[in-house]
């Protein structure tokens, strides 16, 4: 008798205790709030250069970890590809440059999404809002279809701040709808502003509509400070006088340097008003905050990478090596410091995963065992050691004058960094003598072209030379030919590894305009388009 009595409410008490811990979970899972740059340099975040206004960017990675050695891709696809699947760009095709509207690049299905990954596994919404840059040439390989529950943005890139066209055309979305003000079939009318300010109102959105039993994911990808270079008048007023540098000719050109601060001020108006609806959301006690750029600055456009050499598109430090740091309220056993420890682009989506997941195994998910990314939460989160000591830059030979191979490996306390074939155009040198008074750099740097050739191979202690002044291969130093030597079988190793790239042709004129927008089309759209 008394066994059956109690038998009943036990059972009652053990499923509803069995109830309570999935609801708890479930809760415990951080929200991730992954806010992307486009174009910004080292040198072009008020943390590391008080030029430019960022108090609210420079508020977040003061009091969080402001990540020194923070890789990327030297321009836009390759590093948003590896930010969404974890591979190398040169694993899923990714590694040959930016795609360009008429080519049928995209995110092959075998290669999960981190949305996808966190919606599918981990319960999570995920929202996106900005800029792709992945390809669309079908509907099934853009976001919605890519793990997200949202999108609004574009899928190209260098989109008109106002108009929101791209090269003629337009590109902006709320899913799969398109959206200008002229779009008479468009319900709302308030889609006229800085897309700046549209895309954090459309952020605020999410995070104000978010059920917060669930956990949330939001990729926020930002098109600044990314030319054109176009920023509300009262934000370049902020930024008045010239900025000029000597060019690759040896000749002085005038950069829009003021504007581009006031591109990147207005970002960080908008992630402040982010932070500050998270907060009222309570969205923040168990989060973590993400930013970084996809590449480095360019000098021309007034973006600039002190101390680093080179600039986007380069494969030296200014061009691979961006701002970025975490941030969160709860997570950090460890904040107000600066890593040194090498993160790639690729080891976010494991790092989420990992966030995600109370024992999320990275070694036998079938989606995740093939990833190049690995779980950087020690580091990130308890100032770790970095769960990396070697990054491979890229592996991309599809034509011989781009031809790049390059890797980065710290042996101890030194970090090396190869590279062989065009390391880029923009070869810019900074002066030894620049200062740090304000406004000097503008007087601080030179640029040099140089010729370039498939067989150039450079070799830089980056730890002990981040300007790359000294390029040290063919060194007869027994413990640099070491090194060297190391290095280049890693590169003759990974070669192996590289899948063709997506992205070599142009389709000619594929059937990508729909009523004035960029567009997919239906079904296998324009994917299978031959130049
Ligand atoms: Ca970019």
Request: some cysteine.
């Amino acid at each position: 008798m008394q066994t059956v009595v109690r038998k009943g409410p036990l059972w009652i008490v053990l499923w509803l205790l069995a109830a309570c811990k999935t609801h708890g979970q479930a809760n415990q899972k951080p929200n991730i709030f992954f806010i992307a740059v486009d174009d910004m340099g080292n040198n072009d975040i008020g943390y590391n250069n008080p030029e430019v206004e960022t108090p609210n960017l420079n508020n977040l990675g003061n009091n969080g970890v402001i990540l020194e050695s923070n890789y990327v891709y030297p321009v836009c696809s390759p590093s948003r590809s590896a930010f969404m699947t974890g591979r190398y760009a040169h694993k899923t095709g990714f590694q040959h440059g930016t795609v360009e509207h008429n080519q049928p690049a995209y995110i092959d299905s075998s290669y999960k999404t981190v949305a996808e990954k966190l919606t599918q596994s981990y319960g999570y919404a995920a929202h996106m809002v900005g800029k792709w840059h992945l390809g669309y040439c079908k509907d099934s390989v853009t976001p919605t279809y890519r793990g997200f529950d949202s999108f609004y943005g574009f899928y190209g890139g260098q989109e008109n701040y106002y108009t929101y066209n791209v090269a003629r055309y337009n590109d902006f979305r709320d899913n799969l709808t398109a959206v200008t003000p002229k779009n008479p079939n468009y319900p709302r009318e308030d889609v006229d502003g800085y897309s700046t300010f549209e895309y954090v109102k459309r952020a605020v959105e999410i995070v104000k509509n978010h059920d917060k039993t669930q956990p949330l994911f939001l990729y926020l990808a930002f098109q600044a400070p990314h030319t054109p270079l176009q920023a509300p008048q009262e934000l370049i007023d902020k930024y008045p006088g010239s900025w000029t540098y000597t060019d690759t000719d040896g000749s002085q050109k005038t950069t829009d340097r003021g504007t581009f601060y006031a591109l990147v001020t207005a970002v960080d108006m908008a992630v402040g008003t982010l932070h500050q609806e998270l907060e009222n959301q309570g969205l923040l006690d168990n989060a973590i905050i993400v930013f970084t750029s996809d590449n480095g600055g360019q000098p021309k456009e007034g973006g600039f990478n002190n101390p680093y050499r080179g600039a986007k598109g380069t494969f030296y430090e200014g061009g691979v090596r961006v701002p970025g740091f975490v941030y969160s309220k709860s997570l950090l056993t460890k904040t107000s410091y600066r890593h040194r420890g090498l993160l790639h682009a690729s080891d976010w989506l494991p790092t989420f995963i990992s966030l995600a997941g109370e024992s999320a195994d990275l070694t036998s998910d079938n989606d995740l065992i093939s990833i190049d990314g690995v779980d950087q939460t020690q580091m990130l989160l308890n100032g770790g050691d970095s769960a990396r000591s070697k990054i491979v830059l890229n592996i991309d030979d599809f034509e011989r004058s781009s031809t790049i191979y390059g890797v980065i490996k710290q042996f101890g306390t030194e970090v090396w960094k190869y590279v062989q074939g065009n390391i880029g155009r923009r070869d810019i040198v900074y002066s030894a003598t620049k200062t740090s008074k304000k406004r000097a750099l503008k007087r601080s740097f030179k640029s040099e072209r140089t010729k370039r050739a498939v067989n150039d191979k450079y070799l830089y202690l980056i730890s002990a030379d981040s300007s790359e002044t000294h390029n040290l291969y063919g060194d007869t130093t027994p413990e640099i030919q070491d090194i060297q030597n190391d290095l280049e079988d890693e590169v003759e190793a990974e070669k192996l590894k590289a899948v063709p790239p997506m992205n070599p042709y142009n389709c000619g004129t594929p059937n990508n305009l729909l009523n004035g927008f960029w567009s997919a089309g239906p079904g296998d759209g324009w994917c299978n388009c031959i130049a």
